[in-house]
C-alpha cells in the first residue's frame, strides 16, 4: 500500500495522480493522508500501510461518516472507473476539470480520476490556506480558455460562497456536481438566478462517490428501499469492504447490494429523495420524525441557511425534536424566530415534528467538507439545555 499525503497544495496534488494514475493501471493501492490532520498518525497506524492491501484494492479512503468513527472504504479500479464513466455520461461527456475540494476525500479524488479517464490536466485549486473565492474564480477563468465542457464538484457551502461573492466564475461551468451534504432549495434558487448549473448528488465513498444524480441512479446503478426505508444500492460502484473489517463488511454488503445509513422514499416521478439518517429517526411520543426531513423544512425558510436536527431525550415524549440553525444572512436580514420557525414545520410536517428546542447558533460543527458533525450539535444543545436549567 502506498501512503499520499495530501495537504492541499498543487505539488501534493500532482503526487496523489500519479500514484492514483498506477493503481489503475493495476499498481499498488494507494492511501491519501492529511498530514495537518490531528488524526492523520492514528488514521495511518489503524490502516496497517505494511501490511498488503485487500485483493482488487485501488484506492482506500478513510471516511469517518457523521459519526466521527474512522474507516477504510476499500475501492477497486473497476469501481472508481465504472463511477467516472457515469458521471461524464451523465454531465454531457468528457471534459476539463477543476479540483476545488480537498483530494483525500472521494469527491476530490473522483475529479482526479474523471480528468484521468478524459485524458485532460485538471487545474487544480491550492486550498492550503482554505477556500477562497478570488482563486476559484481565476482558476475557472482559466480553465474556461481549454476546449469544452467544463466541470466541476463542490459542496454546497462552498456554491453558497461563490454566490456571495457575486458568483466568481461559477457560471463558467457547464455542471458543477454538489455532494457532501444535501443542496438546500434556497441555495438552489439562488444559483439557477444567477445562471449556475449545478448538479446536486447523492453518494458516499462506499459507492465511489455520488451514484444518484438529481435524485435518478446514474448508468449501472440500481436502488431500492428496504426495512425501514433504507436505502440500499447495487452495481459496479460499490466498494467491495472496508479495510481489515470484514465483519463491518459482511454487515453492510448482503448479496451485492450495499445497505446505506440513510432513510429515503421514492417521489411519483420515481426519483429517489433522501429523508435522513437511519440513526437520526427521531421517536418522539410514538411518531417517527426524519431529522433529515426537518431540516430540509427548516432550510425552505427564508431566514434559515443550514439546520441540524437531532433526538435528545425525554422523559415524557422517549425524544424530542431539537434544532440548530444557522441564519442565513447574518448581521444583515431578520434572525431566526424559533416560534415562526416551529410553525413552519408545523404546517409542512405536523405538530409531532416541530422542534420543542431550537437555539440559532453562527455555524455547525463539521466532521469533513459539508458533513456535520451530529454528535456534536448534539451535545451543544444539551449544554444549552442544561445551562438554562441552572
Not at 454546497?156 to 451534504?181: H, M, N, W
Not at 437511519?278 to 426537518?294: E, F, Q, S, Y
Amino acid at each position: 500500500m502506498r501512503v499520499v499525503e495530501v495537504d492541499g497544495t498543487p505539488t501534493a496534488v500532482a503526487r496523489l495522480r500519479a500514484a492514483l494514475a498506477e493503481a489503475l493501471d493495476g499498481g499498488e493501492a494507494v492511501l491519501p493522508v492529511d498530514p495537518h490532520d490531528p488524526a492523520a498518525e492514528a488514521l495511518r497506524a489503524a490502516m496497517r500501510p505494511d501490511e498488503p492491501a485487500e485483493p482488487d484494492t485501488a484506492l482506500i479512503v478513510a471516511t469517518s461518516g457523521s459519526t466521527g468513527t474512522p474507516k477504510g472504504v476499500l475501492l477497486s479500479a473497476r469501481a472508481l472507473l465504472a463511477s467516472a464513466r457515469a458521471t461524464h455520461a451523465r454531465l454531457g461527456g468528457p471534459g476539463h476539470w477543476l479540483l476545488a475540494t480537498p483530494a483525500r476525500y472521494i469527491g476530490g479524488i473522483q475529479v482526479l480520476v474523471r480528468a484521468h479517464l478524459a485524458g485532460t490536466e485538471p487545474a487544480v485549486l491550492d486550498l492550503s490556506h482554505g477556500f477562497r473565492p478570488a482563486a476559484f474564480e481565476a482558476a475557472a477563468r482559466e480553465l474556461s480558455t481549454r476546449p469544452g465542457p467544463h466541470y466541476t464538484a463542490l459542496v454546497p457551502t462552498q456554491l453558497s460562497r461563490l454566490l456571495d461573492a457575486g458568483g466568481a466564475g461559477a457560471e463558467l461551468f457547464d455542471a458543477i456536481v454538489l455532494g457532501g451534504a444535501p443542496l438546500p432549495d434556497d441555495l438552489r434558487r439562488r444559483a439557477v438566478d444567477a445562471g449556475v448549473r449545478v448538479v446536486s448528488s447523492y453518494g458516499m465513498s462506499e459507492t465511489a462517490g455520488g451514484c444518484v444524480y438529481e435524485g435518478a441512479p446514474l448508468d449501472g446503478v440500481r436502488l431500492r428501499l428496504g426495512e425501514g426505508g433504507r436505502v440500499e444500492i447495487a452495481g459496479d460502484v460499490l466498494t467491495h469492504g472496508y479495510r481489515l473489517a470484514p465483519e463491518l463488511t459482511a454487515s453492510v454488503l448482503v448479496d451485492g447490494w450495499f445497505r446505506t445509513g440513510d432513510v429515503g422514499e421514492f417521489a411519483d416521478d420515481g426519483t429517489l429523495r433522501i429523508l435522513g439518517r437511519v440513526d437520526d429517526l427521531i421517536n418522539t411520543g410514538g411518531v417517527k420524525v426524519p431529522a433529515g426531513r426537518v431540516e430540509q423544512v427548516l432550510t425552505m425558510h427564508p431566514t434559515v441557511g443550514a439546520a441540524c436536527v437531532v433526538g435528545l431525550p425525554d422523559p415524557e415524549w422517549g425524544q424530542r425534536v431539537a434544532a440548530a440553525v444557522v441564519p442565513a444572512d447574518p448581521g444583515h436580514a431578520p434572525a431566526p424566530s424559533p416560534d415562526a420557525l416551529r410553525a413552519h414545520v408545523r404546517a409542512e410536517l405536523g405538530a409531532a415534528a416541530a422542534p420543542k428546542v431550537l437555539v440559532v447558533v453562527p455555524e455547525l460543527p463539521l466532521t469533513g467538507p459539508g458533513k456535520v458533525h451530529r454528535d456534536a450539535v448534539r451535545a451543544q444543545l444539551t449544554a444549552r439545555e442544561t445551562d438554562a436549567e441552572q
